[in-house]
């Protein structure tokens, strides 16, 4: 047994170096395209995140200024 990278294609195993050329160009590719989703996506999720705190900030600078405010020591003079 050897311990050659393989792919299922439609049920059926295959070795990866066996595979023809065009095969493999085209796995590699596809390989590569799922690592930059996936890191994509971690990206998307982080600047939701910072998207979401912003959001934040905006409701809870206007919900600050729009609070009554008490009269400290030196207004009361």
């Not at 095969?23 to 990206?43: D, K, S, T």
């Amino acid at each position: 047994m050897t311990n050659n990278a393989t792919i299922i294609i439609d049920d059926k195993e295959y070795e990866i170096d066996a595979l023809p050329e065009a095969a493999q160009v085209n796995l590699a590719r596809v390989q590569q395209l799922q690592r930059e989703i996936g890191e994509l996506q971690m990206v998307l999720e982080e600047r939701q995140l910072v998207l979401q705190a912003r959001q934040n900030a905006v409701v809870n600078a206007v919900k600050e200024a729009e609070a009554p405010k008490e009269p400290n020591d030196a207004d009361a003079a």
